[in-house]
């Protein structure tokens, strides 16, 4: 079980990293601001790729993308820092205690590897889609400009890409509830500036790797429900920062 005031401490966090994070954007309705050419049409590769059922990429026809549903653009240099596509869940409980969905919104399809052109990305959101039988992406490893992935609950496959160690900005990364297998990849105890890490709901196995140790600027880490093995490496006790840890069901 979750420790309540943790959460909120850690919710505290994630609120002041986005609200820095978000303060570098300019929102749709700032008509003078022009996004790249380039970017897109990267866009537009993007979208033809997806299944998008509900609509959520309908108001990506106009010229100005920086106006378009989940994009945001710098107000100095016109570039996409900011592309959130996460999916919506409306439920509620029945009579009988069952939850029903209500409605949901999401896409589906492929992530296409025009995504590479947003060299300027610092927010991606694809998380609650369904991307099911598809691997994540290598390419992703390419924004190395990222400080933000979250790729939870999304059904994606295969294994961790090894490239997400090139994401040296990386502050938060999510790819819990997914279907996720094989070892935590070592290269990911290179992100030097990851401060929450959410591995949980997956079926990764083998060790813990000890280069983990080397987050320092880590807060949350959460490795629970997995088929991990072995002992706890004693290089965790380097997290100074640490202020939640999950490992099996409980909290240590």
């Known amino acids: 079980m979750r420790n309540p005031v943790g959460l909120k ?3 505290f966090m994630f609120m002041m990293f986005m609200s820095c994070l978000v303060s570098q954007f300019v929102y749709g309705e700032e008509e003078d601001v022009r996004c790249i050419e380039r970017e897109r049409e990267a866009l537009l590769r993007f979208k033809a790729s997806i299944v998008d059922r509900y609509g959520m990429l309908s108001s990506w026809t106009t010229p100005h993308c920086c106006q378009w549903e989940g994009i945001r653009c710098s107000n100095l240099s016109g570039h996409i820092l900011m592309l959130d596509l996460h999916g919506e869940d409306h439920r509620e409980l029945s009579f009988d205690y069952y939850i029903e969905f209500m409605s949901r919104r999401f896409i589906s399809g492929e992530i296409h590897k025009s995504l590479m052109e947003l060299r300027q990305l610092q927010y991606l959101n694809l998380s609650s889609n369904s ?3 598809n691997n994540i992406p290598q390419f992703l490893g390419s924004l190395t400009n990222l400080r933000y992935l979250d790729l939870s609950s999304s059904g994606f496959d295969g294994k961790i890409p090894t490239q997400f160690g090139s994401l040296y900005h990386l502050k938060y990364l999510n790819l819990a509830s997914n279907h996720l297998e094989g070892s935590i990849p070592l290269q990911l105890g290179s992100l030097s500036q990851l401060q929450y890490l959410d591995l949980r ?11 983990l140790g080397n987050l320092s600027q880590l807060q949350y880490l959460d490795l629970s429900f997995n088929g991990l093995q072995g002992n706890i490496p004693s290089q965790l006790g380097n997290l100074s920062n640490l202020h939640e840890l999950y490992i099996g069901n409980d909290v240590v």
């Open 9 to 11: 401490f850690m919710m």
């Open 131 to 133: 991307f099911g039988d």
């Open 201 to 211: 709901f997956n079926y990764l196995e083998g060790n813990i790797p000890i280069q």
